[in-house]
């Protein structure tokens, strides 16, 4: 029977270790991998673009089954049975009377999951994952001789052995953790009972020289790791293995290292209630069969919340996430096992339940950020990456400047992983590389979720195969479902983004800005920044308040840098005072006419939705911003005019406010969430909010532009550090100190932004500033991007152009 071909992630979190003290109804094992129809993709075509209000007909997404499906599936912990773990289970005498076995039904079940060509496993496997196949119907070979049943699938199951062996001996194939030793150890076994083996001793003897290879080389290694490891894999060293010494790693819940085949293993040589009790509970709960590793209830939820929010269809499921989190939250309180003792689960639970607005410390993962910890661990030893970038993920969600514990973990994680991408490395990073390479290049802090996401749906693994000693799926979810809704998502966001964009161009000559001879053309960035951040379609208002505000302010900050006199500016500024309609025989100029017009005309409109929205008027708290701004920029023309050179702290008071962020953020805040209180936008809350934001705007820009403001002799904030200290702190220094506020400031904006208690500004609106904050990362991570006219344009490209390229993944046929 051909192989059919499946999407593989050869990656797990190694070991992880829990005690089964959480309630979790939707769990149970399934005995194969489940067929998947494929599904054609909806097309949405004919979208008209939305022109009255936010809650005008927008599509919404047709697949609804599909959506109730899912929801129905996200709470469900699916583990698959291991063949290899159930034989090494049925192996186990009973206690009492050792020429019986004490697992029957496990048995049984193995002979009656035997695949027509012989094998057993999860069928319909990848080409990579033959060793597993032999490595699990050799398990169930031994298991049936051991107990002298079941002759002929004895046969077929040998047969298949000899008819794949070659493939053990390719280390071009990836191999399940400790096969080298483990599969070695089985023909040892299988030899001493008297079994046929279809291999010729030539080959026998290359595997029995691997291991020996093997075992020296982690001999090498006196490290913990090393002891846990070979503790890990023990059965594949059956007498000469010290059973004792393994017994240490007994865990609260009767198991070694959550394995099913090592607990099995260990009372194949010795007596131990506790395990014993650990292997008669996973089958009183699954049945006949065992999954590889259990408990992992914990761990699957987290990546399937993980999965959701990456794929950028978390929206639909915030309450099934919710539930979620709010349980594994309440083991995180209870110190539990399975997440303390497992580094990737601690780590991910610590990203996700604090990304989620729980008060959570980092104080948990604090022994994680010391190197010798890590390589003390089965994962160090095994150069874990799937852990390492979990690790990784975890030390960048820092709010607190003295998070020290992170900053270890960032240091370590960020160094490991660089060498593993090194073309020198052996840590063989397979499928991970390009994750690694994307987390590496874009951290967490400089990169707008709808990259993200496209990132993600392309790189996405249908059918996302796990590897520990064996192969095992664990999620209920339908991967296939899952990403036909986002790629319906992202697809129906981009036929919206564009059509909004011609708005924007359309609005844009209609006010005659196209017109203004010193303002740039920005419209495609500004818009481009509103689709990045605030992407579901159903955000109109939003995303035109804040297209529409971002072109403003880059016109109007051009206007005074360099396109408007003095008496220009004063003109546009008494205009902007007086807010007045008739103001038509007020103008000094053509081109504070076409300026103050747009600016008019479009606030006036923003405010009278917004207004309508929050059921009280808010245009004149707009225009206020408006106002505070223009006098800010006025007070740097006139600096530059009078050669004045202000101190750090007036320009910095200035400068925060003449960055220009408030009145975009501001504007738009009435439109992403629900009715915000006055209070909410006049404490010291949002006050803080908006100046460590546009602090962080500032600085980053002034760091990527000083050299050449620094030409034009404008003032930088990276030029006054160095005139101020009178040449005592060089260019770098002034640099690095200016980068320490940036880190701080993004640190503390985050805090207030996770923070739930005493918050009166909506975390829908406290999300703005932490997009924001994001966006301008990323512009300004090499240059000045937003300058730039090549910088930004393949992630313009990729948000609002370009479909997602996966195809491919719809085309597989998989079969059960």
């Known amino acids: 029977m051909a192989m059919q071909f499946l999407s593989l992630s050869v990656y797990s979190s190694v070991c992880g270790i829990g005690y089964p003290n959480i309630y979790m109804p939707s769990l149970r094992i399934t005995h194969s991998t489940r067929a998947v129809a494929t599904k054609g993709l909806t097309a949405y075509m004919g979208h008209g673009l939305m022109k009255r209000s936010r809650s005008a007909n927008i599509p919404i997404l047709g697949d609804e089954v599909s959506k109730k499906r899912i929801s129905e599936q996200i709470p469900n912990v699916d583990l698959s049975s291991s063949s290899y773990d159930t034989a090494w289970v049925a192996m186990v005498p009973l206690p009492e009377f050792p020429q019986s076995p004490c697992f029957p039904e496990c048995l049984t079940w193995i002979i009656k999951n035997q695949h027509p060509d012989g094998s057993w496993g999860i069928h319909g496997l990848h080409p990579s994952l033959v060793k597993d196949a032999l490595s699990s119907t050799l398990a169930c070979v031994l298991a049936l001789k051991r107990w002298n049943i079941g ?67 982690v001999s090498e ?9 070979l503790a890990y894999v023990a059965e594949g060293l059956g007498k000469s293995q010290d059973w004792q010494e393994v017994m240490k790693y007994q865990r609260e819940n009767g198991s070694l290292f959550n394995s099913p085949s090592t607990t099995a293993a260990a009372l194949t040589h010795i007596y131990d209630a506790k395990a014993l009790e650990y292997l008669r509970s996973l089958l009183q709960k699954f049945g006949s069969s065992v999954p590889t590793s259990y408990p992992r209830d914990i761990h699957t939820l987290l990546c399937v919340v993980d999965k959701i929010e990456r794929l950028g269809v978390a929206r639909h499921f915030s309450f099934e996430i919710k539930n979620i989190l709010d349980r594994i939250y309440r083991c995180w309180l209870n110190n539990d096992e399975e997440i303390n003792a497992d580094m990737a689960t601690c780590a991910m639970a610590f990203r996700l339940l604090r990304m989620n607005g729980f008060g959570i410390s980092s104080d948990a993962l604090s022994q994680f950020g010391d190197a010798s910890f890590f390589f003390n661990s089965i994962q160090g030893h095994l150069k874990d990456m799937k852990t390492v ?322 030409k034009e002799g404008k003032l930088n904030s990276v030029t006054l550090r160095i005139v101020h200290s009178r040449g005592s702190i060089s260019e770098e220094e002034a640099i690095r100190e200016i980068q320490s506020i940036i880190d701080s400031s993004r640190a503390e904006l985050l805090r207030l932004v996770l923070q739930n208690e005493g918050s009166v500004v909506p975390r829908a609106c406290k999300d703005l500033f932490w997009k924001t904050s994001r966006t301008l ?11 730039s006219p090549t910088e930004m344009v393949s992630a313009v490209n990729a948000v609002i152009y370009e479909p997602p390229k996966v195809g491919h993944k719809f085309s597989e046929d998989v079969v059960s």
């Open 151 to 217: 002759e002929e699938h004895v046969r077929r199951g040998l047969h298949f052995v000899g008819s794949y062996f070659s493939s053990a001996m390719d280390e071009k194939l990836h191999s399940p953790i400790g096969f080298e030793i483990i599969f070695p150890g089985m023909l040892g076994y299988a030899i001493d009972m008297g079994l046929d083996l279809p291999i010729s001793q030539n080959d026998i003897d290359v595997m029995f020289h691997m291991r020996d290879l093997e075992l020296q080389r």
């Open 221 to 229: 290694n006196s490290s913990e790791g090393r002891k846990a490891y």
């Open 389 to 710: 970038l979990e690790l990784y993920k975890a030390s960048q969600i820092k709010i607190l400047p003295n998070e020290q514990v992170l900053d270890k973990l960032g240091s370590l994680s960020s160094n490991i992983l660089r060498e593993a991408l090194s073309p020198n490395s052996e840590h063989g990073l397979q499928v991970l590389s390009q994750e690694v390479d994307y987390a590496l290049k874009f951290p967490f802090y400089a990169n707008l979720e709808r990259l993200e996401h496209k990132s993600y749906i392309e790189n996405f693994k249908v059918e996302n195969l796990q590897v520990l000693k064996t192969s095992y799926t664990s999620s209920g979810i339908d991967d296939k479902d899952l990403l036909e809704l986002a790629l319906e998502d992202f697809n129906l966001c981009q036929s919206i983004y564009r059509k909004e964009l011609q708005h924007i161009e359309s609005w844009v000559k209609e006010n005659r800005l196209d017109q203004l001879e010193f303002a740039r053309q920005k419209q495609i960035y500004c818009y481009f920044t509103a689709a990045a951040m605030i992407f579901s379609p159903e955000s109109f208002d939003a995303r035109m308040s804040w297209a529409k505000n971002t072109v403003l302010t880059v016109v109007v900050d051009d206007f005074f840098d360099h396109g408007g006199s003095r008496e220009e500016l004063v003109n546009f500024i008494s205009l902007v005072e007086k807010w007045d309609g008739n103001h038509e025989k007020q103008f000094c100029s053509e081109r504070v006419n076409i300026l103050y017009s747009a600016l008019y005309s479009t606030i006036n409109e923003i405010g009278a939705k917004a207004s309508a929205l929050q059921k009280r008027c808010v245009t004149d708290h707009i225009v206020e911003t408006w106002l505070t701004l223009v006098k800010a920029m006025m007070k740097e023309s006139e600096w530059a005019r009078t050669n004045t050179v202000p101190t750090m702290d007036e320009y910095m008071a200035n400068g925060y406010i003449s960055f220009a962020l408030e009145p975009t953020i501001f504007s738009t805040l009435y439109f992403v969430g629900q009715e915000v209180s006055v209070d909410a936008f006049g404490g010291p809350e949002y006050h803080n909010l908006n100046k460590l934001v546009g602090i962080i705007g500032r600085l980053i820009n002034d760091m990527q532009s000083f050299e050449r403001e620094g």
């Open 777 to 787: 990362h990323l512009f300004y991570m090499k240059n000045d991007g937003f300058t």
